[in-house]
């Protein structure tokens, strides 16, 4: 991972309808090819001795995917991601990954482990222990392989909406267990270099100058550091669109990194 941005421009409200239904077509293309239909038994990753097989079972359902960009969004958001990917793809070319193409797998797995291990006939409800169990060996594998694909990106683009955060005493807070782990690991993710640009190189570019349920439902409240992510509003959407080039061979984020050259 190289740069992360706060995409500030929930609405989209200066884009036509036209344009809008379009990249959120293209969106819901990139959506179907990433989150390919998993048809592959359970009985497949279970062993003699009744033990399952997490390697194998994390390659199949939570795939490390190479992207260019990683897109952060709250599960209300989805439609936004949507328009976002297929908006950065169609005007830049650019291959996105959406954090919900992964976990909105999870459930999923979830019903289908805790079916086979965790359902109690006599009591005709779930084991409470087995169910904690089950649940905390999936999203470890969910956190595993969004760190990987984050890592594999050159750059993450946080979509900042009243659904993500919600600022309380000049502090941003989420309810969104996801949110607040990607956001987190932002904060200490290793810089990478685009194998485009070498270290000097770098050094010297502009884009680079310095370092960058139920009735009673549970809500769980974390606070979450944005002030490293660089906002993209209308303003600077709209100069990137302007200065790309697409028959020119320069790479489209690196016209966005000399618009928003990192802070000091």
């Known amino acids: 991972m190289f740069r992360s941005f706060n995409f500030d421009f929930p609405e989209l409200c200066?884009?036509?309808?036209?344009?809008?239904?379009g990249w959120r077509?293209?969106?819901?293309?990139i959506q179907e090819k990433c989150s390919r239909e998993i048809?592959?038994?359970?009985?497949?990753?279970?062993s003699k001795d009744g033990i399952l097989n997490g390697e194998k079972l994390q390659e199949i359902w939570f795939p490390s995917i190479e992207a260019d960009v990683f897109i952060s969004h709250s599960h209300a958001d989805l439609d936004l991601a949507l328009v976002l990917a297929g908006g950065l793809n169609k005007m830049f070319n650019l291959k996105c990954f959406v954090d919900s193409f992964v976990w909105g797998h999870s459930e999923d797995l979830l019903r289908i482990i805790d079916k086979e291990f965790c359902w109690r006939p006599d009591t005709n409800d779930y084991d409470y222990n087995q169910r904690n169990g089950s649940t905390?060996?999936?999203?470890?594998?969910?956190a595993t392989a969004l760190g990987k694909i984050i890592d594999k990106s050159e750059c993450v683009i946080f979509i900042n909406s009243r659904n993500s955060i919600t600022p309380r005493d000049s502090v941003s807070k989420t309810k969104s267990p996801w949110i607040f782990f990607e956001l987190a690991i932002l904060n200490w993710m290793r810089?990478?270099?685009?194998?485009?640009?070498s270290v000097v190189e770098a050094a010297n570019s502009r884009s680079i100058q310095a370092k960058e349920a139920s009735e009673k439902k549970l809500e769980v409240e974390h606070t979450v550091d944005i002030t490293h992510l660089q906002i993209i509003d209308r303003n600077i959407l709209g100069d990137w669109i302007t200065l790309f080039d697409k028959n020119y061979p320069q790479h489209a984020l690196d016209v966005l990194y000399e618009i928003l050259p990192e802070q000091n």
């Open 25 to 29: 077509k293209q969106g819901v293309e």
């Open 136 to 142: 905390s060996h999936v999203y470890m594998m969910l």
């Open 191 to 197: 810089k990478s270099y685009p194998k485009r640009l």
């Open 14 to 21: 200066e884009v036509d309808r036209d344009t809008i239904f």
């Open 39 to 46: 048809k592959v038994k359970l009985e497949e990753f279970v």
